[in-house]
């Protein structure tokens, strides 16, 4: 099993600053803890499908070790800038409304190397999203942690590409098989994992507050997607194509650019709308 890259003592803890904490940041820090901690869950899904393959369990085994340490950094600035978190408790409740089918022993995208597709695809997303949160926070702590986690998800990135080669080969996987299963996962960026993270992490329970898909799904997004900037979309979309057998830099990968940082803005837009909405009616 390889060693971590960096440990919670690599942070710069005591460089803290309360005054530069913004309430949407920890909300979305709070639930990104959530789904970071809970990687053993994928680990254990991961070694199901691929349970003849010692070379690729081994490396999944490390990558959930690295993933619950996200989770621990996370959890650990956010009870800075609220000590009044409770992880623990927080997270048990995230365990108890969102559960992965952990009997499942083959991939939910049809073949291992569409589960690989997928697996790059989050880390696509998680690489832009701790870069975007990095370079849109003032907190130094804050800001830290997230560029040590987008680091870790760009070598998870290539962790999973690696193995993505070996089963694209055996598998015959098409080109536009590979981009249906990117597609279909990237579109689950708004399913119940987030939602409920969100809702679990934040959720004022004293109010009886219940949880509602599509409000916490909103919350959730409209503050997450607010940091994304055209870099952020661009490299993401260089290692889409790359996970999909296409060339990045094309003239067709500088339209799909283009239509994705206008798709993201007009998200963005949509999404403050929403929250201005929301918050007019409260």
């Not at 789904?35 to 691929?50: G, K």
Request: glycine share 6%.
């Amino acid at each position: 099993m390889q060693p971590k890259h960096w440990t919670l003592d690599d942070i710069p803890w005591d460089k803290f600053d309360p005054g530069k904490v913004r309430d949407d940041q920890l909300r979305i820090a709070k639930a990104a803890a959530m789904v970071e901690y809970n990687a053993a869950d994928y680990v254990s899904y991961l070694e199901n499908v691929f349970a003849d393959d010692p070379d690729f369990t081994e490396a999944a085994r490390s990558w959930g070790i690295e993933e619950v340490q996200h989770g621990e950094a996370l959890s650990k600035w956010a009870a800075l800038a609220d000590p009044e978190f409770d992880f623990d408790t927080r997270f048990g409740e995230f365990r108890r409304g969102f559960k992965l089918d952990l009997d499942a022993t083959d991939s939910v995208r049809g073949s291992r190397a569409g589960e690989l597709i997928a697996r790059c695809m989050v880390e696509v997303g998680t690489s832009s999203y701790y870069s975007a949160l990095g370079d849109g926070t003032d907190e130094p702590v804050l800001r830290a942690v997230c560029r040590k986690i987008a680091s870790d998800e760009l070598r998870h990135y290539k962790l999973f590409y690696d193995h993505l080669k070996r089963y694209v080969a055996r598998e015959n996987l098409s080109t536009m098989r590979r981009v249906r299963v990117a597609l279909s996962r990237i579109m689950e960026t708004e399913d119940d994992e987030l939602s409920y993270a969100y809702f679990a992490a934040n959720a004022n329970y004293s109010d009886g507050e219940e949880y509602d898909r599509k409000r916490h799904n909103g919350e959730y997004l409209c503050r997450a997607f607010a940091y994304y900037r055209d870099p952020h979309i661009d490299r993401g979309m260089a290692m889409i194509f790359k996970a999909v057998g296409l060339r990045p830099h094309t003239r067709l990968f500088h339209w799909v650019r283009s239509g994705a940082q206008w798709m993201m803005r007009r998200r963005q837009r949509q999404l403050a709308r929403m929250a201005a909405s929301a918050g007019a009616a409260a």
